[in-house]
């Protein structure tokens, strides 16, 4: 049965919904100043009858109305320079972007959220992970519980439900209707029906009457999970996964790739995201059997086990750090700074030009970083991050002969912008900079000097991409994480307001109506802060990307 005594804690959580406008009031008076904040008498009109609640409180000063101009989010006002101990004390999840299953905002009933909103059930919550799928959204609370929303697990119901307690889970991942959930001590990996009414029929109670007519039925049940079989050595334990659209990769902890197939029916083909190329499939290869035998011998025998780890033998040996995965692609980083990639290279996804011969690469094949410089020798350019999403890939390399600190590289799908070069082109098989990314540079106050930024995280969705930059200082600093997102908007995923695509990349910006509020514009910039929660968690914002939405949460490092 479901964890009821763990679902009631949460539910209580649910009830912030009906607070949402008490919450941004409080927010708000703690970011003013004392006489920012005055009752007057005044009539508010229909036009803004969601904030009737205020109707006796009129908040004065730009910053308070830049925030009722913004759609009363909560979010930016950490933007302003406040103390590290008001800014912790008030985290929760913040999300945007298409909302017809429910995934960004489950408390809501609008089809697209424009701008950022807060989730009100994540209030005060600090997360080890959260994901946002087409029609699931699933996360990680700080307890290792999974939670689990939207219209693809249970249509009825708008609060996100807790199908996984007392496993220690650290991150997750969703794929072919089923959340990939991996323990925090990497000994075990789980996976669960993304549906409440395939979760329930799992666990249903075995009933047998030939024993004392029912009585040790309470005893006898099946797990709602099961656990995927990882071919590990004695200590290996697993370190990170990662899921394209029907597959699954795994890194352990000693450097070794795994693959899989995800879901729960058989899966006849691949495009070579599984870098294993017995897994290709029957599709590939032509055959001289009549269509009848064919059919018959696809379905006995050519087909792809789904959840049947194999490991990519192509990168044994070599010590792999990191690993990411597109829609129908993968990539592999080692610690040395090398690349792999292998899949699907319909768009350029994988770094080459497309042509018959690299329509898809089912052996992992060594990505050229040296050419991206004109340089010889690998051993001056190196990679020190890759992430992958839809049909894109991005690098961040280092070129250590010509003294660049570090630039991000693109390549793949840019029919909506996601190339960040001001263009809109369809395909991209050689990468190219995303020249607002390149060799950013800083002066540090504290070093008297100026220092490089680094590239802290990027999450790929199918259509956009965000960027969080390393620039942070102190949590109490007023200058935090720069976060930059570019792309797709035609779900408002970018945050603006506006269904209009931005081909480079910009920092969310709250919409300013009124030329007074203009100029504070540059305050509203969203920046992502870091710092201890009053649990004692190290934490930091963080950003994630699901195919027509983005949310920013309070991560547990």
């Known amino acids: 049965m479901l964890p009821a005594q763990t679902n009631a804690l949460f539910r209580r959580r649910a009830q912030a919904v009906g607070s949402y406008s008490r919450h941004f009031l409080a927010a708000t008076k703690r970011c003013l100043p004392s006489t920012a904040v005055r009752p007057v008498s005044t009539t508010t009109s229909s036009s803004s009858s969601s904030t009737s609640s205020f109707s006796k409180r009129v908040l004065v000063g730009t910053a308070a109305a830049a925030a009722i101009a913004a759609g009363a989010s909560l979010w930016y006002a950490y933007s302003s320079p406040i103390s590290a101990e008001q800014r912790l004390s008030d985290f929760g999840v913040w999300a945007w972007g298409y909302n017809g299953t429910r995934v960004v905002a489950p408390q809501s009933k609008q089809e697209a959220i424009k701008t950022p909103q807060r989730v009100p059930f994540f209030d005060g919550m600090e997360l080890r992970d959260l994901q946002l799928g087409d029609k699931v959204g699933?996360?990680?609370?700080?307890?290792?519980?999974?939670?689990?929303?939207?219209?693809?697990?249970?249509?009825?119901?708008?609060?996100?439900?807790?199908?996984?307690?007392?496993?220690?889970?650290?991150?997750?991942?969703?794929?072919?209707?089923r959340i990939y959930a991996l323990t925090r001590s990497g000994n075990k990996l789980f996976s669960l029906p993304a549906s409440k009414l395939d979760l329930e029929q799992t666990e249903l109670k075995y009933e047998d009457k030939r024993w004392f007519f029912g009585l040790f039925a309470g005893f006898s049940r099946a797990h709602a999970f099961r656990t995927v079989q990882v071919p590990l050595r004695r200590g290996e334990k697993i370190a990170q996964i990662a899921a394209g659209d029907a597959h699954l990769l795994m890194l352990s902890s000693t450097g070794r790739v795994f693959s899989c197939a995800t879901g729960s029916r058989a899966v006849y083909s691949t495009d070579g995201q599984l870098g294993v190329p017995?897994?290709?499939?029957?599709?590939?290869?032509?055959?001289?059997?009549?269509?009848?035998?064919?059919?018959?011998?696809?379905e006995e025998e050519d087909f792809i086990v789904p959840e049947q780890v194999h490991e990519v033998a192509?990168?044994?040996?070599?010590?792999?750090?990191?690993?990411?995965?597109?829609?129908?692609?993968?990539?592999?980083?080692?610690?040395?700074?090398?690349?792999?990639?292998?899949?699907?290279?319909?768009?350029?996804?994988?770094?080459?030009?497309y042509s018959v011969d690299t329509a898809f690469i089912p052996i992992p094949a060594l990505l050229s970083l040296d050419r991206l410089y004109n340089t010889r020798g690998a051993a001056d350019v190196s990679c020190r991050y890759i992430a992958a999403g839809g049909d894109s890939s991005l690098f961040a390399v280092q070129n250590r002969k010509k003294g660049v600190a570090e630039d991000v590289w693109v390549c793949g799908a840019g029919l909506h912008g996601q190339h960040g070069s001001g263009r809109f082109n369809h395909t991209l098989g050689t990468p190219q900079r995303v020249r607002q990314l390149c060799s950013i540079t800083e002066y540090s106050e504290k070093d008297h000097a100026t220092r490089e930024i680094p590239i802290r995280s990027i999450s790929v969705g199918k259509r956009h991409i965000a960027a969080v930059l390393d620039n942070i200082t102190a949590p109490s600093s007023p200058v935090q994480r720069q976060l930059l997102i570019w792309g797709g908007n035609d779900w408002f995923q970018l945050g603006t307001g506006k269904r209009v695509n931005s081909p480079v990349p910009i920092p969310i910006v709250q919409s300013a109506k009124k030329a007074a509020e203009a100029e504070e514009a540059v305050n509203l910039q969203k920046q992502l802060g870091h710092g201890k929660s009053r649990k004692g968690y190290e934490i930091e914002e963080s950003v994630v990307c699901g195919n027509f939405g983005t949310a920013i949460y309070w991560r547990v490092v």
Request: proline share 2%; glycine share 12%.
């Open 138 to 177: 699933a996360a990680v609370t700080a307890k290792g519980d999974v939670l689990v929303w939207g219209t693809g697990f249970d249509a009825n119901s708008s609060t996100p439900l807790c199908i996984l307690t007392k496993q220690d889970i650290a991150t997750v991942q969703i794929s072919q209707g």
């Open 278 to 298: 017995v897994l290709l499939g029957s599709s590939h290869f032509g055959s001289s059997e009549s269509s009848s035998s064919a059919s018959q011998h696809e």
């Open 314 to 353: 192509t990168l044994r040996g070599f010590p792999i750090a990191q690993i990411a995965a597109g829609a129908k692609h993968s990539l592999a980083r080692a610690a040395d700074g090398r690349v792999w990639v292998f899949g699907s290279n319909l768009y350029g996804q994988l770094g080459m030009d």
